[in-house]
Structures are given as C-alpha cells and as structure tokens.
C-alpha cells in the first residue's frame, strides 16, 4: 500500500510561486509514474502534469505549460510542483496521484482512471 500526503499549498496573489510535495509512505514512488490533479469550485477534475518512474518524461496540461514543473526525488519518495507564475484560474485542490507504469503510458499519462493510490489533496488559492 502508498499513501501519499501533499503539501505547501496556501493563498497566494497572481503571479507568486508555490511548490507543492507530495510524500509518500509505505512502499518506494520509484516504480511508479506520479501525476498531479486539480479540482476548481464548480469544475471538473482536470489533468495538471505528470512525470514517468525515472522523471525522464514529464506531461503538462496546455494551461499549465511553461508554468509549472514536475519533479521527483525517488531517494526521499517525494514529487514536487513548483508553481510559478500562478494565476486565479489555478485556484484549486491539488492531488498527487500515483500508477503503474505500461506501455501505453506516454499516450494515457493523464487518464485520472489510471491511477491507483491518491492523496487528499492541498489547497491553492490564487487571489487577482
């Protein structure tokens, strides 16, 4: 079993920075390909970035691209978002979600369906 636990969310105001944690317990991220989530007041959950097992590929959602960044350290079982250049549409629960890792992964990367551990999620809210 994984449990992860995101953090380092928090009110900022447009155009600051955040970076989010995510720290997983029970078993190693290593063999794991980790993704990132968010959810707005009154909108769908929305694919936000990946990152492959090794960080060798990273995804980003289109709003999000040039922005945010994805990282991993396997060695302290933690994958990060930094944030930058945050705007009030970002406001939202970020997840950090977790999923093995298959052939059709560089085309599936972003199927919510395809994860199978989450954290609760961490609050960002950006104010204009």
């Known amino acids: 079993q994984v449990q992860l636990v995101e953090s380092g969310g928090g009110l900022v105001q447009a155009g600051d920075s955040l970076r989010l944690s995510c720290a997983a317990s029970?078993?190693?991220?290593?063999?794991?390909?980790m993704g990132w989530f968010r959810q707005a007041p009154g909108k769908e959950r929305e694919f936000v970035a990946a990152i492959s097992w090794s960080g060798g590929s990273t995804y980003y959602a289109d709003s999000v691209k040039g922005r945010f960044t994805i990282s991993r350290d396997n060695a302290k079982n933690t994958v990060y978002l930094q944030m930058n250049s945050l705007q009030p549409e970002d406001t939202a629960v970020y997840c950090c979600a977790a999923r093995e890792t298959a052939t059709s992964y560089s085309s599936t990367y972003y199927l919510a369906a395809l994860y199978i551990y989450w954290g609760q999620g961490t609050q960002v809210t950006v104010s204009s």
């Open positions: 029970g078993r190693t991220l290593s063999s794991y390909a």
